[in-house]
């Protein structure tokens, strides 16, 4: 058995250890806001966080994330919208949306590990596909989410404390 | 803008074909169907697309399919504006695949614009001299960058209008008052003289005992209350929390998954499958499922699948096409365009004689690549078949049209098809229903279970199996008079254009030629964002920009001075730079470069500014864009639609490159079909312009075919190399600019 703690919650699944994580999102937890894009960690559409931060689970196996604390999107978002989330809604950034749950997760990681990234920070955390070309428009709101400082925590702290 | 009388009568006419409103000819109308259907108790429907509850909650149906352009806000906004609707207690919902709900207006649209041709964006793939309007019209098809200039103005709009007319007559009946003395707003109709007033719930039911009106009076632009405001899209906060629902998550009870490898030469059929005993013992795995074309191996996990899957050794028949590469395509190419056949596409005055006695003549040949959609949602489709019917879960750009050919490929009648409709994670043209490999596969394999089957592609397949942007060759020749006055220009290029104008020329050039020459590949080809105009942008652009240059003029008045009869095109272009500062000196290191097209009824003109970085790499600095697309429905959302399509054209410019070897397509994921990143997202700067009395032009798609052009004009200005084949990623640019002279732009 595979013990995970997703969004707070313990789980225990009959699965191989070498299973993605994504896999056993998807499929055996039905928790489908995690999406499939490529399968090789080259667009991040997968992102989800272990322990806070930024991980792509279509390339990370189950077995290496237990007695870790892991966040889907649907788990961020647990006691309200973040700052992100709220922001990604002030900018109308989603367009097709396929790729915006791994865009939050990773912008909201990156935001709680370092509130003041550089442009240099940015761009080599924030490296996930949007086909939709909603960059310009992301940009914008991690420019004013950075200047912005809001008290509200990036990462759901009920779920992500003590990591 | 008034409507004119020709756009009023269209509308009239449409409506009045028996689709929406002015049901007189058919009984039962489609209106009474929809109400004995879909309504339930005290819920009423005054046409097919509007429902209002008795709660005074109205309910827009959409009939296009949301991949991101926004077009379960923009429709409904303007049904709710001419109805005089309370946008706060307006609904959305996607309309259900039945032919209730299919989009004549769409197809009628187009053929009234395009003067009765194929709509551009259904490509070659489908001949639509042969097909019966009945077909053409049996669609729910979001293409064209069509959903707002034809559903929405000819139709959305005619529908809220005539049912407001039918709420007004209705109270005029009930308060025995005149109609002209009756005032509607936020959901309510007022009679002022005598104060009362009634919500349209509380009259929804008397009203729709009323035909709708064949000709109901639409709105002028300066009474609009939601046109032309920014409200949020409806879509948007189900995709910032991750419950929005896409085609892949489907979870339908029971439900098993497919992986599948097809025939990486197109064309090649499975032969024989080895090692399946092997595969069969993996956990979860439940079958093998060979097709003609492909096997698949079906498991309870699609990580299950896919790993027994590469564990088959799977052997395709040869096929002629085993040793064609991109090389041997690009010779046929040049075989075609030597000795090949000539189809005429635009022949005005004699450019032949024109050229012959030309003081200058310039020529240059141009080429693109293949290039794949790569939509992020990888393609897939769910499919059940039950008891003699078959319920179909995906994303897809036409659910009616998926349902034709789900039933098609079972044996089935369409009405045993029932297709659930999902947001789309990404069009761009590859979930058009002439693109159904995916489609028919998740049918034919579902069609072996009596449990729901999702057929899922990997990237990989997804790359290698996609309808490609086809490949295309373009060879100019332009002639100068003595007096340095463009008087010829040649154009002979491969494969006919949809749309067909995609290589006609803006400008006034009074002796021209252009010519296509069929070279047909093995390849599967289909609409790509903009369709033709993505290749052929890039190439007019170019080469008019060389005739620039080569004049020693700016590319910018050498463009102006042609555009005299063309005042929206010189419009665009002059604000374009104006913008982007055109005239003044560009930042050390940077240089400027302008494009112009007009394609799906919008003019746009794009300037990008570039840099190198110091491997000889381009680097866009900023891209100003122009678009005067007649009227603005969503600001916001116009904006957001060109800012996609310039990363779109952008990212196919400087990474998008489908290479043929053996037969087969190279490039497989992200890592070898590269995608622009947010690292090197250009600034964008987006002006949208209106033109009084112009019909609406469409958005998601004009924007992207100018920007190719825009940054390399702006290469050559920086560098003095010259850009004739796409993508950029295989130059390396030298710094060191050339003498830049009078033109620096």
Known sequence: MIELQINGETRQLDIEPEMPLLWALRNELRLVGTKFGCGIAACGACTVHVNGQAVRSCVTPVSAVQNTQITTIEGLSASGLTPVQQAWIAHQIPQCGYCQSGMIMAVSALLDSNPNPDEQAVASSISNVCRCGTYPRISKAIAELIATRPATPFVDATVETNV | MNISRRRFLLGAAVAGGGLLLGYASTRPSRQSIVNRDFAQQGQAFLTTWLRIDPDNIVTVIVPHSEMGQGVLTSLPMMAADELDADWANVRVEQAPA?????????????????????????????????????????????GGSSSVRFTGELGMRAAGAAAREMLVKAAAEQWDVPASEITTRNSRVYHDASSRSLSYGELATAAAQFEPSRTPVLKRPDQFTLMGTSVPRVDIPAKVDGTAMFGIDAMPEGMLYAAVTTSPVFGGQLQSVGNKDA????????????????????????????????????????????????????ADYNAALDNGERNEDVLLGDAELALANAAEVISANYRVPFLAHAAMEPMNCTVLFRDGRCEVWTGTQDNLGIRGRVASVAGLD????????????????????????????????????????????????????????????????????????????ENAYIGQNEPLEAAHLAYSVPNQKIDYVDSPTHVPFGAWRSVAHSQHTFFLESFTDELAWNRQQDPLQFRLSMLADKPRHARVLREAATRAGWGTPAPEGRARGIALQESFGSIVAEVAEVSLTAEGRVRVEKVTCAIDCGRVVHPDNAASQVESGIIYGLTAALYGQISIEQGRVKESNFHDYEMLRLSESPEIEVVLLESDGASVGGLGEPATPPISAAVSNALYALTGQRVRELPLKNYQFLPPPVERGAVDA
């Open chain 2, 414 to 489: 369409e009405n045993d098809v029932m297709v659930h409709p999902f947001y789309v994670g990404g069009g761009f043209g590859r979930r058009l229903p002439m693109s159904t490999n995916t489609i028919d596969q998740a049918t034919l394999i579902a069609q072996q279970f009596d449990v729901p089957v999702q057929t899922l592609w990997s990237r990989e397949e997804d790359t290698r199996q996609d309808y490609y942007r086809p490949a295309v060759s373009s060879r100019f020749r332009a002639g100068f008079d003595s007096n340095g006055t463009l008087v010829a220009w």
């Open chain 2, 98 to 142: 039945t032919d209730l709900y299919a989009n004549g207006v769409l197809v009628k649209g187009f053929a009234a614009s395009l003067g009765f041709t194929a709509p551009a964006f259904l490509n070659r793939t489908m001949d639509f001299v042969t097909l019966k309007a009945a077909e053409i019209l049996n669609m729910q098809i979001t």
């Open chain 2, 279 to 330: 595969a069969l013992q993996q956990r979860g795995v439940v079958r093998i499922v060979e097709l003609a074309d492909a096997v698949a191996v079906v498991a309870d996990n699609y990580w299950r699948a896919s790993k027994a899957l590469a564990m088959l050794q799977p052997v395709f028949t040869a096929t002629d096409a085993d040793n064609r590469n991109s090389s041997d395509i690009f």
